[in-house]
T-cell receptor, first 114, second 119 residues
């Protein structure tokens, strides 16, 4: 079993839809959970991150973490064509020391149609 | 002013050749990385350097050799290129540093990528 599983899609939605993107993981040491957005032919950029379980909201984006189920989600409300990109979940155990490794999911390609 | 810049952006070469990709960051970060992204968009860590010291070396063929002359630069040299090396290589940096209490999340800033095509 891969450490981080993410459905690669593709996912196609109409403008204004609510989008739900998800990842599951197997490593119970993961404590930091991130979502990166990658536009075509660009590098990934951090969208948001959460620590441990709970929700975090930033504008139209909400990140949720359920550590008991080893499941994380990213919700996009009122999706826009400019949200069309690949969304990658990423996780780390954090805590400093030598644990710098960030493990990524495969990414979900999202297209928002006008 | 680009935070993490890598060159070249595109590289097309023949099998068996040797090539290098250079990376520089002006964020003052202590740690730099090389990631490989294959055609299916899977991003996999290859190497990580903290203040010029190699700290992560994943299972990568020894044809790949990273070099960090200082903490702002991390280069990747690839010998005897193979077809399977075709991918996008991303450089990244983060503030994480050994010997310092971590702020928590290891947030990476990525470069724009170097697309390598081996013919």
């Amino acid at each position: 079993q891969k450490e981080v599983e993410q459905d690669p899609g593709p996912l196609s939605v109409p403008e204004g839809a609510i989008v739900s993107l998800n990842c599951t993981y197997s490593n119970s040491a993961f404590q930091y959970f991130m979502w990166y957005r990658q536009y075509s032919r660009k590098g990934p950029e951090l969208l948001m991150y959460t620590y441990s379980s709970g929700n975090k909201e930033d504008g139209r984006f909400t990140a949720q973490v359920d550590k008991s189920s080893k499941y994380i989600s990213l919700f996009i409300r009122d999706s826009q064509p400019s949200d069309s990109a690949t969304y990658l979940c990423a996780m780390s155990a954090g805590g400093g020391g030598s644990n710098y490794k960030l493990t990524f999911g495969k990414g979900t390609l999202l297209t928002v149609n006008p | 002013d680009t935070a993490v810049s890598q060159t070249p952006k595109y590289l097309v070469t023949q099998m068996g050749n040797d090539k290098s990709i250079k990376c520089e960051q002006n964020l003052g970060h202590d740690t730099m990385y090389w990631y490989k992204q294959d055609s299916k968009k899977f991003l996999k860590i290859m190497f990580s350097y903290n203040n010029k010291e190699l700290i992560i070396n994943e299972t990568v063929p020894n044809r790949f050799s990273p070099k960090s002359p200082d903490k702002a630069h991390l280069n990747l040299h690839i010998n005897s290129l193979e077809l399977g090396d075709s991918a996008v290589y991303f450089c990244a940096s983060s503030q994480e540093s050994r010997g310092r209490v971590s702020s928590g999340a290891n947030v990476l800033t990525f470069g724009a990528g170097s697309r390598l095509t081996v013919l």
